[in-house]
Nanobody, 119 residues
Framework: QVQLVESGGGLVQAGGSLRLSCAAS????MGWFRQAPGKEREFVAA????????SYADSVKGRFTISRDGARNTVYLQMNSLKPEDTAVYYC????????????????WGQGTQVTVSS
């Protein structure tokens, strides 16, 4: 059983930045999803367990960066140039490989952290 603990959400103005963190209890591929009110959960970014392979949703490419600290088993999501449409609850996900995570089939999920971007 992998435990995921997220942090770093909050309220920010459009154009601002936030960094989300997700600490994991094991060494697995990890990723981020988000769910806005009234919308389905959508993929944001994912990383292999080593951090050497990453993938992003088109809507965040060039603005968000996923990275990880292997020593701390922590994955980060640096979010720059935030837009009001980025407002959502962001969830960390983890499983044995990046494809499983990226397609939303991860077995392990965090509790979510709210990100609100004001215009």
């Amino acid at each position: 059983q992998v435990q995921l603990v997220e942090s770093g959400g909050g309220l920010v103005q459009a154009g601002g930045s936030l960094r989300l963190s997700c600490a994991a209890s094991g060494r697995y591929a990890m990723g981020w999803f988000r769910q806005a009110p009234g919308k389905e959960r959508e993929f944001v970014a994912a990383s292999s367990w080593s951090g050497s392979g990453t993938s992003y949703a088109d809507s965040v490419k060039g603005r968000f960066t996923i990275s990880r600290d292997g020593a701390r088993n922590t994955v980060y999501l640096q979010m720059n140039s935030l837009k009001p449409e980025d407002t959502a609850v962001y969830y960390c996900a983890s499983d044995t490989n990046q494809i499983t995570v990226r397609t939303g089939r991860a077995r392990y999920w965090g509790q979510g952290t709210q990100v609100t971007v004001s215009s």
